[in-house]
């Protein structure tokens, strides 16, 4: 949908859809950890899975 709309280019979904499938992974192991325990709530571990996913889409295209 990003792409039909303008928004990222076609050389982009790669290293996008990437960095948010692994960030998702991620996300699910912290939710069923920390979240369980009540170390982080939704919202806090919503905030965590945003930048792993901007940092992996930056290690993915090498910008870092």
């Known amino acids: 949908a990003a792409f039909a709309l ?21 996300e699910s192991g912290l939710g069923a950890t920390l979240e369980r325990d009540g170390t982080l709530n939704n919202d806090a571990l919503n905030f965590v899975n945003t930048g792993i996913a901007a940092f992996a889409a ?3 295209t090498g910008a870092i």
């Not at 303008?6 to 991620?26: D, K």
């Open 6 to 26: 303008g928004l990222i280019p076609r050389e982009a979904m790669v290293p996008v859809v990437a960095a948010a499938t692994l960030a998702s992974f991620i």
């Open 58 to 60: 930056l290690m993915i």
